[in-house]
């Protein structure tokens, strides 16, 4: 086991959106909550808090983690856990992409834009976020390979408390659609 603190990056992209999101979700509530008394203000409230899940779930959760000796790539729903040791190509486009035991395996949350790529500039890990994790991501693999950690195999699970939160407001709804 690796003595190197465990690392987190946040996602890249689509924070401020999802946070926006989330703040109008929460205006949308609260206005439906004032409004005073109507039938389908339950239906409502179950439509926007299945909304809110799914922001979260979807732009504010992802994110990368060095944890140990383990790169976690955490998407929607699902923890791709793979060992540093095991990865023999990363790349940093419009996704993540890691390649370990010939497969590839993705991580939307840290990306790059399309005019970032296109301009192909010189990597600045001082100034762009990007260029800190994957020379940080990069500089990890090398030291677990060069100490000749094992390459383990690569383990995905699914984050049930994340499904729930979605899948609950969105089953109240349907039901309180269908029983209107």
């Given at each position: 086991?690796?003595?190197?603190?465990?690392e987190?990056?946040?996602?890249?992209?689509g924070?401020?959106?999802?946070?926006l999101?989330?703040?109008?979700?929460?205006?949308?509530?609260?206005?439906?909550?004032?409004?005073?008394q109507?039938?389908?203000?339950?239906?409502?409230?179950c439509?926007l808090?299945?909304?809110?899940?799914?922001?979260?779930?979807?732009?504010?959760?992802?994110?990368?983690?060095?944890?140990?000796?383990?790169?976690?790539?955490h998407?929607?729903?699902?923890?791709?856990?793979?060992?540093?040791?095991?990865?023999?190509e990363?790349?940093?486009?419009?996704?993540l992409?890691?390649?370990?035991?010939?497969?590839?395996?993705?991580?939307?949350?840290?990306s790059?834009?399309?005019?970032?790529?296109?301009?192909?500039?010189e990597?600045d890990?001082?100034?762009?976020?990007?260029?800190?994790?994957?020379?940080?991501?990069?500089?990890?693999?090398?030291?677990?390979?060069?100490?000749?950690?094992?390459?383990?195999?690569?383990t995905?699970?699914?984050?049930?408390?994340?499904?729930a939160l979605?899948?609950?407001?969105?089953?109240?709804?349907?039901?309180?659609g269908?029983?209107?």
């Amino acid at each position: 086991m690796s003595k190197n603190a465990p690392e987190s990056f946040p996602a890249t992209n689509g924070t401020a959106i999802g946070w926006l999101g989330e703040a109008l979700i929460g205006v949308g509530i609260i206005a439906t909550i004032a409004d005073g008394q109507h039938d389908s203000d339950l239906f409502v409230i179950c439509l926007l808090l299945t909304a809110a899940a799914g922001l979260y779930a979807f732009l504010l959760q992802p994110h990368l983690e060095i944890n140990g000796d383990n790169l976690e790539l955490h998407n929607p729903f699902r923890v791709v856990v793979i060992p540093l040791a095991a990865i023999t190509e990363m790349q940093l486009r419009m996704t993540l992409q890691v390649a370990a035991h010939e497969h590839r395996y993705t991580c939307a949350a840290i990306s790059r834009s399309r005019r970032t790529l296109r301009k192909n500039a010189e990597p600045d890990p001082v100034n762009v976020t990007q260029d800190l994790i994957e020379l940080r991501v990069r500089t990890r693999i090398t030291e677990a390979q060069d100490q000749g950690l094992p390459a383990g195999p690569v383990t995905q699970r699914i984050v049930w408390w994340l499904v729930a939160l979605v899948a609950v407001p969105g089953s109240a709804a349907l039901l309180v659609g269908l029983l209107r």
